[in-house]
């Protein structure tokens, strides 16, 4: 059983080590992709659309847990961001 991936208001965190930051995920991916070859013949995707997406595995970078990640509520960034903005110089 496979675990979500976080919306834009959540976050994975590790229930074992606490961390919130680094994880190593395993998903598999089916989409659709708009591929520019040049002349030369070598490709670039230029536009994706991600058809199905599923998370298989997601693994804590450090203490090594499957079993022990979690989504969790993320704390209001905007809040943070706006105080951090504001600058003594009057410079952005």
Avoid: K, Y
């Avoid at 994880?23 to 030369?40: C, K, M």
């Amino acid at each position: 059983m496979g675990i979500a991936m976080p919306g834009d208001d959540e976050r994975w965190r590790c229930t074992g080590c606490g961390n919130l930051t680094r994880f190593d995920v395993t998903r598999t991916v089916r989409s659709e992709d708009f591929v520019h070859q040049d002349l030369a013949g070598r490709g670039l995707v230029e536009e994706r659309s991600v058809l199905t997406e599923t998370v298989e595995r997601v693994r804590c970078r450090w203490c090594g847990a499957t079993d022990s990640v979690e989504v969790v509520a993320r704390p209001d960034a905007e809040s943070v961001s706006d105080s951090s903005a504001e600058s003594t110089t009057g410079r952005a």
